[in-house]
């Protein structure tokens, strides 16, 4: 087989630009998550009441905990370190109640001091939350 007189690949007929695929598929991936965003937002417009309250909470605290070597993105998490951030939130959603100097704030100090129903809700919310952007990271970091 003579190698000499076949053409260079790139004089070859190409059925697309070079440098189109990768953008195209890259804006498709942005697009994507924006649509996965819009769906989770819109689940979350049917959470109750106290849910939603709770929700900016497990929000704020999961922002301050999404950087690089965070609790978060841990293959395996520490269960221990996840229920300290639990109580953190507790306590935080105690003092605001108790800043508004609200009947609720002696609902949240009754249900906290047995340990069930809020502390239940506070987890199960923020495992949910980790999840949600632990998933994130990993659609968006295999394009980047």
Request: proline share 4%; with cysteine; charged share 40%.
């Amino acid at each position: 087989m003579d190698y000499h007189n076949k053409e260079p690949w790139f004089y070859m007929q190409q059925n697309h630009p070079l440098y189109m695929p990768y953008p195209i598929q890259m804006q498709g991936n942005y697009l994507n998550e924006m649509e996965y965003e819009k769906d989770l937002d819109r689940m979350k417009e049917l959470y109750p009441k106290e849910a939603k309250r709770i929700q900016k909470y497990i929000d704020e605290e999961c922002d301050r905990m999404e950087y690089e070597g965070s609790l978060m993105f841990d293959e395996y998490p520490d269960r221990t370190m996840l229920q300290i951030v639990c109580r953190n939130i507790m306590d935080k959603i105690q003092e605001d109640e108790e800043k508004e100097d609200n009947i609720e704030a002696s609902e949240y100090r009754k249900r906290s001091s047995r340990g069930d129903g809020l502390s239940n809700l506070i987890e199960v919310l923020l495992y949910n939350e980790m999840y949600k952007r632990r998933c994130r990271r990993r659609r968006c970091n295999r394009w980047w």
